[in-house]
């Protein structure tokens, strides 16, 4: 399959990047990994005038903290980067836990995070992870940078805010100001294929390590039970103030569940998907209280799920 | 050297100029010049006729047109060819030399790694990026790194054994120097010094 004709450029600085969006045509973009957006362009299901290739802009391929512990992870960071992350291994569980399960090896050697929430899948898997650690994107155009919150930057299905001579240059996640735990578990049919339901789970606890701390913050977003990612903040709101106990966790499960606006389809039936929804909570949050199973599927619901040990 | 390509009737008028690359695959410099919209696998396959890179499913599911960019592994199906300007591209016919296979090949024809064979060019790069990495992998670690990479034929179990006979292969060639190789099931595997080949396994030359 080809994609239609369209003209390449391949500019060596962002400011080029951008004034070659700026003068472009009616309808560019912005090629990076490349890994949602060819196969589009094959499919015909985008025909871009202009395609933009970011790939040789110089300093764009880092991930790094801050020092107040600020994560920036910029637009050429490469899944296979962030799976291979000692950074994120250390400091942020649930990214970590999301990135070995990114479609597959291959595709996550050239994939990107910063492309993956550009495009907006509703069942991507970066979407919720970032959504429920309160991330956002940058923006950078003729007129400047600005920050995006995530939940502001997507606006629907494969649609965004960004503005056509913008392109994202970075996602950031915010500081923790407690102790980070937390995890992202996905049930797939298959490698590579998308979630039949994706869970990612983000703590932050005071006073205490995870299992025994108050918690101070708790994001919960849900990937492939909707139209959207969908954030579940009843279920998270739910968790925060306490530590974290079986009941607490139990209600925040019930509460995701209610959250997720599964369909039925070929992957699964929607009280499936609603009841692996409350399966996964249970588990992340299980885990993190230092109560649960710790293993692959130690609790008897692990077939299919994803997930590697570290 | 000079690829040419179809010039497709209605390209005249379409503004859209080819581009002049440049890159290495398999170690020999080339130039050539692309459309824009021409696909890496149908450089690699068509301009410059190098076939043992499948192309089976088309939409980045199946891996068997995997080839290495820069060293890591790309479904080239998924790469617009363009975008090789200034890369350095492995494919499945840089692994052997005039006279040698190289320990991945040896280990597809020692573990029967392969039936029809349509996946195993992408397995082999796929494996041979695993094993650039991690010369030492784990069962798990070649199921994981080879999970993009689709064999209807073989239940995978031979490939894993294939790749984790290359592994072992090529642990046990020291690093430079003419001692020979040691077999992969020699007991000399780890700390000992390397042992003369036996004839099987410098015997993998023809299948």
């Known amino acids: 399959m080809y994609p239609s004709r369209f003209r390449y450029e391949a500019p060596r600085s962002l400011d080029e990047a951008i004034a070659t969006l700026r003068d472009g045509g009616d309808y560019a973009k912005v090629l990076a990994g490349g890994q949602s957006l060819v196969p589009l362009m094959k499919l015909r299901f985008a025909s871009p005038d202009l395609v933009v290739d970011i790939n040789n802009v110089p300093g764009l391929d880092y991930h790094r903290a801050d020092p107040d512990g600020t994560l920036r992870v910029g637009a050429l960071c490469r899944h296979a980067d962030l799976e291979r992350s000692a950074l994120l291994k250390a400091s942020q569980p649930t990214m970590a836990a999301a990135a070995p399960l990114i479609a597959d090896p291959i595709v996550r050697s050239r994939g990107t995070l910063v492309g993956s929430l550009c495009h907006a899948d509703p069942q991507g898997d970066w979407a919720s992870v970032v959504l429920a650690l309160g991330g956002s994107v940058v923006a950078q155009g003729p007129r400047g940078r600005r920050t995006i919150p995530i939940a502001g930057f997507v606006t629907g299905p494969f649609e965004n805010v960004l503005e056509p001579d913008e392109i994202a240059v970075e996602a950031v996640i915010p500081a923790a100001t407690g102790t980070r735990s937390g995890g992202y578990l996905k049930l797939e049919r298959r490698v590579g294929d998308f979630a039949t339901v994706g869970v990612a789970v983000a703590l932050e606890t005071s006073g205490g390590p995870a299992e025994a701390g108050t918690v101070t913050r708790a994001g919960i977003a849900l990937t492939g039970v909707g139209g959207s990612t969908i954030a579940a903040t009843d279920a998270a709101r739910a968790l925060t103030g306490q530590p974290l106990t079986a009941q607490s966790i139990e209600m925040a499960a019930g509460l995701a569940a209610q959250a997720a606006q599964p369909r039925t389809d070929h992957r699964g039936s929607a009280d499936y998907k609603r009841h692996m929804v409350r399966t996964f909570v249970t588990r992340i949050l299980g885990r993190a209280s230092g109560a649960g199973a710790g293993g692959t599927g130690a609790d008897g619901t692990g077939e299919g799920t994803a997930e590697r040990a570290a | ?207």
């Not at chain 2, 919209?37 to 301009?47: E, F, K, Q, S, V």
Request: glycine share 10%; hydrophobic share 35%; charged share 25%.
């Open chain 2, 1 to 207: 050297m000079t690829v040419v390509y179809e010039d497709h009737e209605d390209d005249a008028g379409t503004g859209i100029p080819v581009r002049r690359i440049r890159f290495t695959i398999n170690g020999q410099k080339k130039i050539a010049e692309v459309e824009p919209r021409l696909l890496l696998a149908h450089l690699i396959r068509r301009g410059l006729g190098l076939t043992g890179t499948h192309m089976g499913c088309d939409t980045t599911n199946c891996g068997a047109c995997t080839v290495l960019v820069d060293g890591r592994p790309v479904k080239s199906c998924t790469m617009l060819a363009v975008q090789a300007d200034g890369r350095e591209i492995s494919t499945v016919e840089g692994l052997a030399t005039a006279s040698e296979l190289h320990p991945l090949q040896e280990g597809f024809k020692e573990e029967h790694g392969l039936q029809c064979g349509f996946c195993t060019p992408g397995m082999m790069m796929a494996a041979k990026a695993l094993l650039d990495e991690n010369p030492d992998p784990t069962e798990e670690d070649v199921r994981w790194a080879l999970s993009g990479n689709l064999c209807r034929c073989t239940g995978y179990q031979n490939i894993v054994k294939s790749v984790l006979w290359a592994a072992d292969k090529l642990r046990a060639v020291p690093a430079r120097g003419d001692d020979p190789p040691e077999p992969p099931d020699s007991p000399a595997r780890g700390d000992t010094p390397a042992a003369p080949p036996t004839s099987q396994a410098n015997n993998g030359q023809e299948g």
